[in-house]
């Protein structure tokens, strides 16, 4: 969902016009923007927790010319979902996730572990 249709979502599920749901939501991103940049976690109980990590400086390869390089350490903004949030995904059925069963792996790899179960299925089926 993007930032669009979230607003419009809320918007209608609220009531509220488009223009005055936009700013709310743009005025939260900057204050959580904010908050996050000054090194303060941000904690929603039922959502789980966005927080500042530093990542280790380490050796990484350019993917087009195999060429070894430097990437230098780095702060990065993580989430960890509440216990919550996780037993409610783990309780979903396949049809009730809707879009989100969309593949969004690229082009040319493959989910390893959906290919082995249709293939258990295929042998079970064909004996």
């Not at 303060?40 to 990542?55: S, Y």
């Not at 993917?63 to 903004?77: A, C, D, I, L």
Request: charged share 25%.
């Amino acid at each position: 969902m993007t930032i669009e249709q979230f607003v419009q979502y809320v918007s209608r599920k609220r009531g509220c016009t488009r223009a005055v749901t936009r700013t709310w939501v743009y005025l939260m991103i900057e204050e959580m923007y904010a908050a996050l940049a000054e090194g303060n976690p941000l904690n929603f109980p039922p959502l789980g927790q966005l927080h500042i990590v530093m990542m280790k400086g380490h050796f990484g390869r350019n993917p087009f010319t195999g060429e070894r390089v430097v990437v230098n350490p780095q702060r990065t903004v993580k989430f960890k979902p509440s216990t919550e949030l996780k037993q409610q995904l783990a309780s979903l059925q396949e049809e009730d996730v809707g879009y989100l069963n969309v593949k969004y792996l690229p082009e040319g790899r493959t989910n390893k572990k959906k290919k082995q179960k249709e293939k258990e299925t295929e042998d079970s089926v064909n004996g």
